[in-house]
């Protein structure tokens, strides 16, 4: 933020609402104290322990780990907080997400019954 605004915004401060004394992505991603609780996001989505920013910002599973951050912690935008969801939007939780793609989540469904009153279940 305080590298975009000394650029393009002069009159914007460059400073980090957390005191340090320029905001830019590396202090954001790697020190504020402001995003430390969502800094896990960053070493657990297979992204890079160390938040090693070559891997965050030039890699796939960095740049999904980055977009996922961004949208819980609310890092880079203006306000430095999460935008709220859209009116009658349902947010995944983490438990949803952990299991998207998992076929054999939830209740298997009821077999399915044929014309003549049969179940995919009775073999014979």
């Known amino acids: 933020m305080g590298e975009y605004y000394r650029h393009h915004v002069p009159s914007e401060p460059v400073e980090c609402p957390c ?12 020190d504020c104290p402001r995003y430390e609780a969502h800094r896990n996001i960053l070493r ?15 890699t796939e599973e960095g740049i999904d780990a980055l977009a996922h951050f961004i949208e819980k912690s609310g890092a880079f935008t203006k306000t430095g907080e999460p ?12 438990d949803e997400e952990a299991a998207e793609g998992d076929d054999h989540g939830g209740d ?13 279940d009775d073999e014979g």
Not at 19 to 30: C, E, M, T
Not at 44 to 53: G, K, P, V
């Open 44 to 58: 657990l989505r297979e992204a890079s322990e160390t938040i090693d920013l070559p891997t965050i910002l030039g």
């Open 108 to 120: 298997d469904p009821e077999p399915e019954e044929d014309p003549d009153g049969s179940t995919d």
């Open 19 to 30: 005191g340090a004394q320029y905001q830019s992505r590396k202090h954001i991603l790697q």
């Open 83 to 94: 935008r709220a969801a859209p009116e009658g939007a349902a947010e995944p939780d983490d």
